[in-house]
């Protein structure tokens, strides 16, 4: 198996196996959608906001990811070199951390640029998730993906 469907997450939730840091989404910010948020402006050679739905786990600045995959393809990972520079809870904050059981804007900084994978992101606000050209993409460490593999091969 090569997708991380709603079944396999949840045995992964079960074994207590996803762990911070974990982070997905399905939508990046456009231009328009930082100015509405009142979003600081970005280099969008290296920066990237995304939405974060309700999460497990409380989300703080310097946190760091170094493997970005997608939903529909998860033993395709790609290494990456980023950190979660910003966190915002509602328009015009940025209180330093996104605490457990709720959502908001996040913003990754990556060392290189911004990996190409994001591109399968929903682009804007306006834009309505499509699955045969968007997919889910995640962030987390090699440790986390080493143990979501197993599960994978296992399932």
Same mark, same amino acid.
């Given at each position: 198996? #090569? @997708?991380?469907? *709603?079944?396999v997450?949840?045995?992964? *939730?079960e074994?207590k196996?996803?762990?911070? %840091?974990?982070l997905?989404?399905h939508?990046?910010?456009?231009d328009s959608?930082?100015k509405?948020y009142?979003?600081?402006i970005?280099n /969008?050679? =290296? &920066?990237?906001?995304?939405?974060? #739905?309700?999460s497990?786990f409380?989300?703080?600045i ?6 970005a995959?997608?939903? /529909?393809d998860?033993k ?5 070199d980023?950190?979660?520079?910003f966190v915002?809870?509602?328009k015009?904050?940025n209180?330093?951390?996104? %605490?457990k +059981?709720?959502? +908001? @804007?996040v913003r990754?900084t990556f060392?290189? /640029?911004? %990996? ?7 682009? #804007?606000e #306006?834009e309505?998730y499509?699955?045969?050209k968007?997919?889910?993409i995640y962030?987390?460490? &090699?440790?986390?993906?080493? =143990? @979501?593999l197993?599960?994978?091969e296992?399932s």
């Open positions: 198996m #090569n @997708i991380l469907t *709603n079944e997450f949840e045995k992964l *939730n074994k196996l996803a762990f911070n %840091p974990f997905f989404s939508r990046a910010h456009s959608d930082i509405y009142d979003l600081p970005i /969008k050679e =290296k &920066q990237l906001y995304l939405d974060n #739905n309700r497990d409380d989300f703080i310097g946190t760091k990811f170094n493997i995959f997608r939903r /529909k998860v395709g990972y790609q290494k990456i980023g950190e979660l520079d915002s809870l509602k015009g904050d209180i330093g951390v996104i %605490p +059981g709720y959502g +908001g @804007i990754l060392k290189d /640029k911004v %990996p190409e994978i994001t591109k399968l992101l929903v682009q #804007n #306006n309505k499509d699955d045969s968007n997919d889910v962030f987390t460490t &090699q440790e986390i993906m080493d =143990k @979501i197993e599960e994978l296992n």
